[in-house]
């Protein structure tokens, strides 16, 4: 029975402190009000402070120029290409494919000695770490001349490392291999949309002559390989194999200096973005102002029963 009525009692306590916490909160409700409004405004000012930015996207499908030459020694239908493919299998001619060409490719993108070359190539760094604002009106990018002076192409304060630039590029630039879809998707987020398309427009470039130019290097190596092993054997057959692993090659080494788009096909080329990419300023000012109603709350109610919290520390 004493059970029960100290249960009773203990349900009769919480509703009461339930109560009287209603009761302060209503009471303060206008400290409430002024604090939430404080941090809802000074939410306001934060977004707005914050700069705009676009982002530039392209879409791009594997390249048929990019397949091997063991792929294509696989399908001519001939009665010995099984042979064959094997044969350039085993000294490391044709092997690969598409898929891993692809994935090659795409780290290749993501690697730091790439991004590193990249950027130098092309003369971006300024506009990855000395960007003040850009002049939408005069379409201008304005660069902060307290860090890089433009005139000389110098840096004013400390020339960005270039580990420093290969993280704000990460930070800037992704690329996403959608494999369901087949397509490969970079996107580029800047203060101004021609520097993002621009950026992702160079990258396709880059990456399209970067295994462009290293496919000629291994056909020309391939060539060059199967040369010397005719020049060693004495078997007709042989010489037949070699021969029309010579004759693939150099089909594969016409394709890649015939096509730019080496690696990738642009199936959606990038465009100037109209419309900002990012700050959700609502998201912002909505999160911040619903944050601030509960912080407030919590302000007054400790504010309140500051006493008995100071008491059961102590006890």
Do not use: C
Not at 175 to 181: F, P, Q, S
Not at 223 to 235: F, H, W
Not at 244 to 255: D, F, G, H, P, V
Request: net charge negative.
């Amino acid at each position: 029975m004493s059970q029960i009525n100290h249960d009773s009692h203990h349900r009769e306590e919480a509703t009461f402190n339930l109560k009287e916490m209603v009761i302060v909160v209503w009471r303060d409700r206008l400290k409430i009000v002024l604090i939430s409004s404080l941090i809802s405004i000074s939410s306001i000012i934060y977004a707005l402070s914050l700069p705009n930015e676009f982002t530039s996207v392209v879409y791009l499908a594997p390249s048929d120029a990019q397949v091997g030459s063991l792929s294509q020694i696989q399908t001519s239908g001939s009665s010995s290409a099984g042979g064959i493919a094997s044969l350039a299998g085993s000294i490391g001619i044709g092997r690969g494919g598409q898929a891993n060409t692809v994935t090659s490719a795409i780290k290749i993108m993501k690697s730091w000695g790439f991004i590193e070359s990249f950027i130098t190539e092309n003369d971006i760094a300024h506009e990855l770490l000395a960007v003040e604002r850009w002049d939408s009106k005069n379409n201008q990018l304005i660069i902060d001349d307290g860090k890089y002076d433009v005139l000389t192409k110098t840096w004013v304060s400390s020339e960005p490392t270039s580990w420093e630039l290969f993280r704000r590029w990460d930070d800037e630039v992704s690329v996403y291999h959608d494999v369901r879809e087949g397509f490969i998707i970079i996107t580029a987020d800047h203060l101004s949309p021609v520097i993002a398309k621009k950026w992702v427009d160079l990258l396709v470039i880059s990456i399209n002559e970067y295994m462009r130019q290293r496919s000629l290097l291994q056909s020309n190596s391939n060539i060059e390989y199967l040369q010397e092993q005719i020049q060693k054997t004495s078997v007709n057959e042989m010489k037949e194999v070699f021969f029309r692993l010579i004759e693939e090659q150099t089909k594969l080494k016409m394709l890649a200096e015939a096509n730019p788009q080496f690696a990738f096909t642009i199936v959606s080329k990038a465009m100037v973005s109209e419309e900002k990419s990012s700050p959700p300023r609502t998201l912002i000012v909505v999160g911040a102002s619903i944050v601030g109603g509960i912080l407030s709350i919590f302000i007054i109610l400790i504010l309140n029963y500051k006493d008995n919290f100071i008491r059961a520390l102590k006890s």
